[in-house]
């Protein structure tokens, strides 16, 4: 896939469903009592891992494209699957299948392509285990595949090292199969998408800082969800919006839940023409529509309790830094490192590749913007998020872009070349 400059962008865009909100929506409704409706589904490969692991366990899933309907069976409905359930791409769902698959009366292994086999699952094996969980990484790594011999589970409390929701998902999902109370408290707050959802399912769970809690449930029970614009996706056209001369961008109905919506907030301190627009809430998660024009752009510093708010954007935002006057640093941003490649080396490879100046450190990058960019070969490793960031970022260069495995963003936004080809007209 190639790219040029781009002399504007223009018109409105409709952010795909959120990938975060679809994972929970087909494992909470899997394991509830009735029929969950999910509307909006992200259709994105990560997301239909998610619905063939749960139809591997006995659970009927209608995919109808518009909508995803669950037929849950119950807490102690899932069956064991025939074979290894392959998670494909994505660490949501090994790593809160983990937390359900710790408390079933079966055994099953959880596997997945390349990169999932690279990504630490001792942050989710640990605080199981600590549960009663039996779980073992096959190849004594660390990493998927993992063997889960489901088992009786107690309550603890568990303070994590990381700010991750996906640990914090799994311990929570444990925790409802649990003899007593279960809490997680992370160093800063991660994406409560899990928690608010739950709710509405019926289980308790609160929130004390950034602790959450919950308690062991006995029934959950069925929903109607309607899934928010994922900010994650919407993120490329914000900066593009910001980034590329003469452009106007409305992006509709996206969720802006304040625990994952930093890039709002980063591009306003950074100069950015950014208005948010008729915000509601709906299933406990706050929307809106969001404009954004072409800005002149600066520096600024990114750290602390805002990473965990903004990681998958971290991608995008490093490459509109360098677009941005003076300098940016991100710190506080080690997770990047462990994603679904290591997001730091490869920002500031491909960057560095287009002329950038850009510069490593232990947990983030150093930009100093300004310098103007030159197409390059991208390798994206694979990685979406990688591709769809170079893709914005060749709109801005002089020459040609070319990205290599460009097709990997149909893990989490199929549609996205073709949506930024619309912009273009
Ligand atoms: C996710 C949590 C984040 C994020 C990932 C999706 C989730 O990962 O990067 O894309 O759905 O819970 P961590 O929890 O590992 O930070």
Redo the contacts with the bound molecule.
């Keep these: 896939m190639k790219f040029t400059r781009a002399k504007r962008l223009h018109g409105e865009v409709a952010a795909p469903g959120d990938?975060?909100?679809s994972?929970?929506g087909v494992m909470f409704g899997s394991i509830a009592n009735g029929t969950t409706e999910i509307r909006h589904y992200l259709q994105g490969a990560d997301c239909l891992s998610t619905i063939s692991c749960f139809r591997n366990m006995g659970i009927d899933i209608e995919n109808r494209g518009d909508a995803v309907l669950v037929h849950g069976k119950g807490m102690r409905g899932l069956a064991c699957p025939r074979a290894p359930l392959d998670c494909g791409n994505s660490?949501?769902t090994v790593?809160?299948l983990s937390g359900i698959l710790a408390a079933q009366n079966f055994k099953v292994t959880l596997t997945g392509d390349a990169s999932i086999q690279k990504r630490p699952m001792k942050?989710i094996m640990e605080p199981l285990t600590l549960m009663g969980a039996c779980i073992k990484s096959i190849r004594g790594n660390g990493c998927a595949p993992l063997e889960i011999t489901g088992s009786p589970l107690r309550g603890i409390h568990y303070t994590s090292a990381?700010?991750?929701?996906?640990?914090?998902?799994a311990i929570l999902l444990a925790g409802l199969y649990a003899d007593g109370q279960t809490s997680v408290t992370e160093p800063y707050l991660?994406?409560n998408?899990?928690e608010i959802m739950l709710k509405h399912f019926g289980a308790h769970v609160h929130t004390e800082g950034t602790t959450a809690v919950i308690s062991p449930a006995q029934e959950l029970h069925g929903n109607l969800i309607h899934v928010p614009g994922d900010i994650?996706s919407a993120a490329y056209f914000i900066c593009a919006g910001l980034m590329v001369p003469n452009s106007e961008i409305l992006i509709k109905n996206v969720g802006i839940n304040p625990t994952r919506a930093g890039i709002l907030q980063v591009c306003q301190s950074m100069g950015g023409r950014i208005s948010v627009l008729n915000e509601t809430w709906d299933f406990g998660e706050p929307t809106a529509d969001i404009l954004v024009r072409s800005s002149s752009l600066h520096g600024t510093v990114i750290e602390g309790s805002l990473i965990?708010a903004l990681?998958?954007e971290l991608p995008m935002i490093a490459a509109m830094a360098c677009f941005a006057d003076g300098k940016t640093v991100i710190r506080n941003a080690g997770?990047l490192k462990?994603?679904?490649s290591n997001r730091i080396e490869v920002m500031v490879q491909n960057l560095s590749a287009m002329g950038a100046d850009v510069a490593e450190t232990e947990d983030g990058m150093i930009i100093h913007g300004g310098k103007p960019l030159h197409g390059a070969v991208i390798d994206s490793r694979l990685d979406h998020r990688i591709a769809m960031t170079f893709a914005v970022t060749g709109l801005c260069a002089e020459g040609e872009t070319q990205i290599l495995g460009a097709e990997c963003v149909k893990i989490?936004y199929p549609e996205f070349y073709e949506t930024l080809e619309n912009l273009m007209r």
Excluded at 162 to 169: F, I, P, R, T
Aim: proline share 3%; charged share 30%; aromatic share 0%.
């Design positions: 990938k975060s909100i994972h929970r660490g949501t790593r809160l942050r990381v700010a991750s929701a996906q640990v914090k998902s991660s994406r998408h899990s994650s965990p990681i998958d997770e462990v994603k679904e989490s």
